[in-house]
């Protein structure tokens, strides 16, 4: 696997398209598309971030956003997005999860996850989905890349909120869960 940070995205593409002509496995080709095409290439589109698209409270503007996301990541060779962030923002002081999430409501979070997913998987590139951060960031207000932040939540609060999110998409289809430096004591 390889992984790009945005860039020109002919220059991605001919680099991805390099690696895999070379490689005699199909490498993973990751990137972090959080807020459009934009995630892998400068020249892609800015949608928006998950927070503004919920604040919509239309499920249809996560498909869409989605459907950029996939066709635009795709179409330079990403085969793995790092993305929807399903964390719920619970600490306003949080710097990871403001507003890169959908919220800090569990059946928004889900809501809009799914429909993200949806729209990857109808973009019409095989791309594989990563819901993060496991166990579940936003509840800590320190910076999880830093230092190893804490979900304080008790075991009853996590399976109401996070453990149902993380349930409910991996049983829809999420292939894969990025873990955080997030610590759980409960």
């Known amino acids: 696997g390889f992984m790009y940070r945005a860039g020109d995205g002919a220059e991605i593409q001919e680099a991805y398209r390099a690696m895999q002509k070379a490689s005699r496995i199909p490498m993973l080709l990751p990137c972090n598309l959080e807020s459009g095409g934009n995630g892998l290439t400068t020249n892609g589109t800015f949608f928006g971030k ?19 996301c996939g066709r635009e990541g795709g179409s330079v060779g990403c085969n793995w997005t790092f993305s929807p962030i399903v964390d719920l923002d619970l600490n306003w002081r949080n710097p990871i999860t403001n507003v890169r999430t959908f919220g800090s ?38 910076d999880q890349h830093l230092l190893s932040t804490v979900n304080s939540l008790s075991v009853e609060e996590w399976e109401q909120t996070y453990g149902r999110i993380y349930r409910t998409l991996i049983d829809e289809g999420a292939e894969t869960v990025m873990v955080g430096h997030i610590l759980q004591p409960a």
């Open 50 to 68: 998950e927070l503004a698209i919920a604040a919509t409270n239309d499920p249809e503007h996560a498909y869409r956003f989605g459907l950029v």
């Open 105 to 142: 409501d569990t059946d928004t979070v889900i809501a809009m996850a799914r429909e993200f997913l949806r729209g990857i998987r109808d973009a019409g590139f095989p791309m594989a989905t990563c819901i993060k951060h496991f166990p579940g960031d936003g509840v800590d207000e320190r």
